[in-house]
């Protein structure tokens, strides 16, 4: 199903181009009868148009990717030396650098929506992310004690 590169939206629009009288009379002008033909010229092209936004594009458009369209609307940590832990015994004061298949083994607790989208991440080749102090904590505990409530966990790529 097609989306919208500017809002995301499934609610789309194709239609063909037609024959372009703009181009034919410019043709005509040019280059006599022949340039009649010219108002022809991308008249089977396919144009998408978004019914919620009105943004018009190409299939096949080059579209930003999940993890390019979910990072601009987050705000970067730019994380500080003593806030990420460089042992495993050290415990983070703000933030956590995690592994995304760590927190994959958390799926039972973790909010189905952040699970596709740690996969779509994962597969688009990061490893890292960056979460609030003792996040993943709570989500050890919840599933420990086999909670069945799916938390919203927050996070953000981590970039060295």
């Known amino acids: 199903m097609p989306k919208c590169p500017n809002c995301g939206s499934t609610n789309i629009h194709a239609d063909k181009k037609g ?10 002008l040019l280059f006599g009868r022949i340039g009649l033909v010219g108002g022809a010229i991308g008249c089977n092209k396919i144009r998408l148009t978004c019914l919620d936004c009105g943004y018009e594009f190409n299939p096949g458009d080059n579209t930003p990717t999940l993890t390019e369209r979910v990072m601009e609307n987050y705000e970067p940590i730019t994380p500080t030396v003593e806030s990420i ?3 495993p015994s050290q415990k983070a004061t703000k933030y956590q650098n995690v592994k995304i298949e760590t927190l994959l083994k958390f799926r039972d607790v973790i909010s189905d929506s952040k699970i596709e989208l740690l996969e779509a991440m994962q597969a688009e080749g990061v490893t890292l992310v960056v979460l609030p102090g003792g996040e993943l904590e709570t989500l050890r505990k919840m599933h420990e004690e086999g909670s069945k409530v799916k938390r919203i966990v927050s996070f953000k790529e981590y970039k060295p």
């Not at 024959?19 to 034919?24: E, G, H, I, L, N």
């Open 19 to 28: 024959f372009s009288a703009k181009k034919a009379i410019i043709g005509r």
């Open 85 to 87: 832990p460089s042992r």
